[in-house]
Nanobody
């Protein structure tokens, strides 16, 4: 079992910035963020591996940056140049390959971008 504790999020004007954090109870294998806007499916925002390999959704490339502190088992999502369409609940996730692969989820944090 892996526990995830998210922090950050909130309300910001368009063009502003926010930073999300997610601390895991064990070493990072693959972690990242999904988001879900009202009436829409959950979508992958960004991910990072223990080796530092990153992946981003096309919609956030150049604006969001994912990073990690392996010593703290924590990942960060720096969100810059935020747009109203970034408004969603952001969910941290943790994936590990044991037992065929398991995914754990954070509680979610609301990000609201006003125009």
């Amino acid at each position: 079992q892996v526990q995830l504790v998210e922090s950050g999020g909130g309300l910001v004007q368009a063009g502003g910035s926010l930073r999300l954090s997610c601390a895991a109870s064990r070493s990072i294998f693959v972690m990242g963020w999904y988001r879900q806007a009202p009436g829409k499916q959950r979508e992958l925002v960004a991910s990072i591996t223990s080796r530092g390999n990153t992946n981003y959704a096309d919609s956030v490339k150049g604006r969001f940056t994912i990073s990690s502190d392996n010593a703290k088992n924590t990942v960060y999502l720096q969100m810059d140049s935020l747009k109203p369409e970034d408004t969603a609940v952001y969910y941290c996730y943790y994936w590990i390959s044991t037992s065929g692969g398991n995914t754990y989820w954070g509680q979610g944090t609301q990000v609201t971008v006003s125009s």
